[in-house]
């Protein structure tokens, strides 16, 4: 018996299943899952003052922008201007004063992004604003509690890109808890014509319940190559390997070929 169907056999029950486990976390940060303390472990950090800042962007938006985050991140580290959407009126009122010291390269829009132009419900918890989603599904995810509802304007990508002529766009980044889908579905036009740079896009629980792999959204993009961000960098994966799609928080960056 070799040594790796040894481990196998004994690191698989008892007390040693529970320190197999704990390596297995510890292996999965490393491969860029489950860093959300902060910008630099999330590997978000690097990608904007390393890779983004470094092709001097002209143009970012930013949908989901919670409180501003992200938002401040790319006013901070680059000269690009950002159009940021949230769309729960309590989250955005934050954002405004977050942001107001930018407020000439900043456009916030009091909206949330789709596939149609409607009004939809978003469930949310005012103790942990971060986790609203309009997805239903995300009141499966174990640490989510939204139980509170308002309705709220939704717009999609390709109408709000026509309507304000937006025909190069740098970077597009999604944080949607669930609802990415449907960002996509809107999108079809921005994704295939506009062809933005960059699109960093957040994978987590969330989509274990919609059915959705990361290769399933990779698809979607098919002139598009995918890098995984780690603490302090990102490297380039295979959309098609398991350990790929993951459903353990983490981001991952679409970065157009051409």
Aim: glycine share 4%; net charge neutral.
């Amino acid at each position: 018996m070799n040594l790796t169907s040894l481990y196998a056999r004994f690191f698989s029950k008892g007390v040693l299943s529970k320190i197999n486990n704990r390596i297995l976390n510890l292996s999965l940060r490393a491969r860029g899952y489950n860093n959300f303390i902060n910008f630099f472990e999330s590997g978000e950090n690097f990608f904007i003052k390393k890779v983004l800042a470094a092709s001097t962007p002209k143009l970012c938006i930013d949908i989901g922008a919670n409180v501003g985050n992200y938002t401040l991140e790319l006013l901070t580290y680059t000269s690009a201007k950002v159009i940021a959407f949230e769309p729960l009126p309590i989250i955005f009122e934050k954002l405004k004063s977050e942001t107001k010291r930018f407020s000439d390269r900043v456009v916030l829009e009091n909206k949330g992004v789709g596939k149609s132009i409607e009004n939809l419900t978003i469930h949310y918890n005012p103790e942990v604003l971060s986790h609203a989603s309009f997805s239903e599904d995300s009141k499966k995810v174990s640490y989510t509690s939204n139980e509170q509802q308002a309705i709220v304007p939704v717009v999609t990508l390709d109408s709000y890109c026509k309507s304000n002529n937006l025909t190069e766009i740098d970077l597009i980044k999604i944080d949607t808890e669930g609802f990415e889908e449907e960002v996509f579905e809107g999108a079809i036009s921005c994704f295939s014509i506009v062809k933005p740079k960059f699109i960093q896009f957040e994978f987590n629980w969330h989509q274990l319940f919609r059915n959705h792999s990361l290769n399933f959204f990779v698809e979607k993009l098919p002139e598009y190559d995918v890098f995984q961000l780690i603490p302090g960098g990102w490297i380039k994966r295979d959309p098609k390997d398991p350990l790929t799609n993951i459903y353990y928080f983490s981001n991952f960056v679409f970065v157009r070929r051409s």
